[in-house]
């Protein structure tokens, strides 16, 4: 169960140290990361020299209580945005919290290594002194020491320490399921694994260090949007500097006070004050979705995507295909056929070259074979096999196998090109068996496309977002999984600079790209696009390359990080709109006031019938810093995202936020206003 990752926004504890923060955070080498609030900080400072310059007997600047009243203010103000961005981050640190109560000193069992053998001394030392390059075993009820790669055996693993999941997983040499986590536990049979991090440099070491927030950096967005805040807030203080002349030539004297609230109130304080917290609050939500973003620039850019890239096995199909017939060709005997599959299998570590001795029914060590090397699989022959005595057998993709038969100057028989069609255009994968250059058969393995795939796939399509399969198969094969699983396009027969090729074509025409991958060969790839998302059960180089890492292994997880990037870029996007909105309710609680007296026509710009100029500058400026507080759940949840469409979200977020936030100071400010009279 993940209880740890649905906690309530509000728990007592998070409240309290963020309440504590809130007061740290006012420290001025903290807020001028805001230019927003820290012009705010300095309004306050000198509401604090204005209250002490009055009660040494100044008359000029109105009453102690009223200026007091303002500074109070300003400073709950300060303390309410301080107490947003602690909040977000106080949510970071529980996780991070709960992650150091996994990562502990645990014994290993290091073993050596010497040539090819393991040697059975075992040396029994903390984890910390495990260095990469070094290896280990564990066996049932063993606490995973540091992260590895096994190198040898397989093993049911207890990860829910760090996924919250508490459903076991399968790990194993060999493929790209082999790499295991610090801090997870073996639940049943023995592993050799390869430490493949320092100490400290452990993938929980840098899990802690992310949802600390120590690692983040303010994304693209994030700086644009400061900058333009700082624009803004100069222009107010060019405006209310400007304001001075005006008084004076009306003949109306503002007190200092008045103009503190009005530039108080026209800056953008709302976005101001909750930026930090959206964008701390989209990594957090990430994690939530057991996704580790390594930055928040990569959420963020998935919020933009045009091109996603997909794996077929275990992506788009249930992975792990499985041979489900033998095709012998014409005038070969089956069992001597079946024998060759087997043999060019004995090296094939994949879950499809096991899935084929399976079918053989046959053991092969009973096969007396002298000096055997083997052939493993490669992404360049796409072919594996072995080779004995005078004997080469070959197992491999249709089209790589028909090169090496017509090379060795055969012909390759009609018949087992039919059954290769027949077996590509039932959406199977055909592998075709040679024996020293001549056709013996072709195995069928198929797959199975994932349930509810297609509607995933179009929910994508309406966000605007391109889905590319990848796969090793032949085009026919790759057709036929593509038309039924609903994907825009595919590249079939790939290999790892196929990958890269594509999504630098891609990125050339100025489109941003995904991959999702879990292998060694995908780290290219990973590294090349703009949000690389790697299976925490894949390799230590995919983990690596990309700039995400999903813990649940689930390869359609990209749709909900798609999502959850929209709903980033949408909430501050949407907050923005509003806080912006809402300073022109404020322009006209407070111009008003200021020059009333003098200029009686500013009455018909009192629309909202506020009762007097101090309380529609205490009404503003108190309206100012509730409604911070009050949008800190929509700033740490999001907004709801829905795959409508970019101008369908636009004009709706518009409607919402834009006419919302000139609607609700009005209504907000004039019930202020008629509290504070009560109080006047």
Excluded at 58 to 65: D, L, M, R, V
Excluded at 557 to 564: H, R, S, T
Excluded at 638 to 657: D, E, F, T
Aim: aromatic share 6%; proline share 4%.
């Amino acid at each position: 169960m993940k209880s740890n990752r649905k906690d309530g926004l509000f728990k007592k504890d998070l409240v309290m140290e963020a309440v504590k923060q809130s007061f740290v955070k006012l420290n001025p080498k903290y807020q001028f990361r805001n230019p927003v609030m820290f012009t705010v900080e300095i309004g306050t400072v000198v509401m604090m020299f204005v209250c002490a310059w009055i009660l040494s007997g100044e008359t000029s600047q109105g009453s102690f209580a009223y200026n007091l009243i303002i500074f109070l203010i300003l400073l709950v103000t300060l303390l309410f945005a301080n107490f947003a961005e602690a909040l977000a981050e106080a949510r970071g640190k529980a996780q991070a919290a709960s992650l150091r109560k996994t990562r502990q000193d645990t014994p290993a069992k290091k073993i050596q290594l010497i040539g090819e053998i393991f040697m059975n001394e075992v040396h029994v030392v903390p984890s910390s002194q495990l260095v990469k390059g070094d290896y280990f075993y564990c066996e049932a009820g063993d606490i995973i020491p540091t992260d590895g790669e096994i190198i040898e055996g397989i093993a049911t693993i207890d990860e829910s320490a760090i996924t919250g999941e508490s459903a076991p997983v399968i790990r194993e040499s060999g493929g790209d399921k082999s790499s295991v986590t610090g801090g997870t536990k073996v639940l049943s049979d023995k592993i050799k694994v390869k430490v493949t991090t320092e100490p400290g440099e452990s993938f929980l070491d840098k899990m802690i260090a992310l949802v600390e927030g120590a690692s983040r950096q303010k994304t693209p967005n994030e700086i644009a949007l400061t900058i333009l805040l700082a624009g803004f807030t100069l222009v107010f203080i060019i405006v209310c500097v400007t304001l001075q002349p005006f008084a004076a030539y009306a003949k109306t004297p503002i007190p200092i006070s008045a103009y503190i609230s009005l530039f108080v109130c026209l800056i953008p304080t709302t976005i101001g004050g909750l930026l930090s917290a959206i964008g701390i609050s989209g990594m957090d939500r990430a994690l939530r979705a057991n996704v580790i973003a390594k930055s928040g620039k990569a959420v963020e850019t998935a919020g933009d995507l045009d091109v996603l890239l997909l794996d077929k096995t275990g992506t788009i199909t249930i992975g792990n295909r499985k041979a489900t017939h033998f095709y012998a060709a014409k005038g070969i005997d089956d069992t001597h056929f079946i024998k060759c599959a087997v043999l060019s299998s004995m090296a094939d570590d994949t879950p499809e070259g096991k899935s084929i001795i399976e079918l053989s029914a046959l053991n092969p060590k009973n096969f007396q074979v002298d000096q055997p090397k083997y052939i493993k699989f490669s992404a360049e022959t796409r072919s594996s096999g072995i080779d004995f005595g005078n004997t080469k057998i070959r197992k491999g993709a249709y089209d790589s196998i028909k090169t090496m038969v017509e090379k060795g100057g055969n012909i390759f028989p009609q018949g087992t090109a039919d059954d290769v069609n027949k077996i590509s255009s039932n959406g199977g994968t055909p592998l075709v068996v040679i024996e020293n250059n001549m056709v013996l058969g072709v195995i069928e393995l198929q797959d199975i496309i994932k349930t509810g795939i297609f509607e995933r796939f179009e929910r994508l399509r309406k966000m605007g977002v391109k889905t590319v399969m990848v796969t090793g198969d032949n085009p026919l094969t790759a057709k036929y999984i593509a038309e039924k699983a609903g994907v825009d396009d595919f590249i079939a027969e790939a290999k790892p600079e196929d990958k890269m090729s594509y999504i630098r074509r891609e990125q050339a025409t100025g489109k941003l790209v995904a991959m999702m991958g879990d292998g060694t060969n995908d780290a290219p790839a990973l590294a090349q696009a703009d949000v690389g998302v790697a299976m925490n059960s894949g390799t230590a180089a995919a983990k690596e390359a990309g700039n995400m890492v999903d813990l649940d292994n689930d390869p359609t997880k990209l749709i909900e990080i798609v999502e959850i990037g929209k709903q980033l870029l949408m909430t501050r996007g949407t907050l923005t709109t509003f806080s912006i909105a809402n300073d022109v309710a404020k322009y006209f609680a407070i111009v008003p006031a200021l020059f009333i007296a003098s200029i009686p026509a500013l009455q018909r710009i009192n629309i909202m019938s506020l009762h007097s100029p101090a309380s529609a500058i205490l009404s503003a400026i108190i309206f100012n810093a509730i409604i911070i507080p009050l949008l800190i759940p929509l700033a740490l949840k999001g907004v709801a995202y829905k795959p409508i469409g970019a101008s369908a979200l636009l004009r709706r977020n518009l409607l919402v936020y834009g006419v919302g936030g000139v609607l609700v100071p009005f209504i907000g400010i004039k019930l202020i206003d008629m509290a504070v009279t009560l109080f006047m």
